[in-house]
């Protein structure tokens, strides 16, 4: 268990997830994930574990040169200036996103892969928004931005995942696993904001 501050994974303080493992393994096969997928994710999790502060900089860059995104990490939700956002909470949040990486890549996603998922999502939605912080910011992420996301995450690896020396085929392998995998897991964070009955 990491000491990283406000990472639950495994923990008894995570609630289970309300999406089965039986419907899990039907959104996997809606985007085509399969065993050799996670073979090269768990590839890609090796060629990116010494780059997480790297590509941790090029996302937080991209949040930092967008105030509707640096937004959901300011005090205001009148004020958005970089300034004025909370450093203490997005450096919390940032250290958490690079264990997301390993986690993304080399855990099985088994059950407790699935709770924290869930976990996660509710960090996002005003259901739990702020509270493994104690930070003072705006309610909730929108659902529009956890969407349109899946995008520049997935867009941005490409270099990370070419940096090692592997072959143009295994660097597009990689690169398709992990949009799969970022596809479901966003899917998954997406679960609070959906009415009861319509997820």
């Keep these: 268990m990491s000491d990283m501050a406000g990472y639950t994974y495994g923990t008894t303080a995570i609630a289970p997830s309300p999406v ?12 085509l994930f399969t065993d050799e997928d996670a073979r090269y994710l768990h590839i890609a999790g090796d060629v990116l574990a010494d780059q997480a502060d790297e590509i941790l900089d090029v996302w937080y ?7 509707h995104l640096l937004y959901y990490f300011i005090t205001s939700p009148i004020d958005n200036r970089q300034e004025n956002a909370l450093t203490d909470y997005l450096g919390a949040v940032q250290q958490r996103f690079g264990q997301w990486i390993h ?14 998922q869930h976990e996660i999502a ?26 349109a996301f899946i995008y520049p995450i997935t867009a ?44």
Aim: net charge neutral; proline share 5%; hydrophobic share 40%.
């Design 156 to 199: 941005t690896i490409r270099p990370f995942l070419d940096a090692k020396g592997h072959s143009a085929e295994e660097v597009e392998k990689m690169h398709q696993a992990w949009f799969k995998a970022v596809t479901l897991t966003v899917i998954l964070w997406c679960h609070p904001y959906i009415q009861d009955g319509d997820f």
């Design 122 to 147: 509710l960090r996002h939605h005003r259901a739990k928004k702020n509270q493994t912080d104690g930070a003072d910011s705006v309610p909730i992420i929108y659902f529009r931005y956890m969407v």
């Design 20 to 31: 089965s493992l039986a419907d899990f393994e039907k959104l996997k096969a809606t985007v």
């Design 61 to 67: 860059g991209f949040v930092g040169a967008h105030p």
């Design 103 to 116: 986690d993304l890549c080399q855990r099985p996603y088994d059950q407790t892969w699935l709770d924290y």
